[in-house]
């Protein structure tokens, strides 16, 4: 059984930096493309950035590119989003995803698992 935890979300100033896990259990990071999606009120989920499961190559979403680092430990089993440079127009929820289907990386149903979101807030 798939499970994904993620944590470290919270609320933080502009310009700020925040980093967030995320837990697996039941699967392993060597063989499993993860993800970073996020959603705030009103929207839909939004692509954030992948890590790939061979080689550990990173892609982001336009809007964090730059500012925002994938990165993992496979002994921990554990994927973090170091988010720095904080804007307000990063708040949402952010979720952790696996069960990767094939490209494209960036279309959240191309992901079979999900985690149960953790929230970060930005405030001005």
């Known amino acids: 059984q798939v499970q994904l935890v993620e944590s470290g979300g919270g609320l933080v100033q502009a310009g700020g930096s925040l980093r967030l896990s995320c837990a697996a259990s039941?699967?392993?990071?060597?063989?499993?493309?993860m993800a970073w999606f996020r959603q705030a009120p009103g929207n839909e989920r939004e692509f954030v950035g992948t890590?790939?499961?061979?080689?550990?190559?990173?892609y982001y979403g336009g809007t964090v590119k730059g500012r925002f680092t994938i990165s993992r430990d496979i002994a921990e089993n554990t994927v973090y989003l170091q988010m720095n440079s904080l804007k307000p127009e990063d708040t949402a929820v952010y979720y952790c995803a696996a069960g990767f289907r094939g490209s494209p990386y960036g279309e959240a149903t191309q992901y079979n698992f999900w985690g149960q979101g953790t929230q970060v807030t930005v405030s001005s």
């Open positions: 039941g699967l392993t990071l060597r063989r499993n493309t």
């Open positions: 890590i790939m499961w061979d080689g550990g190559r990173t």
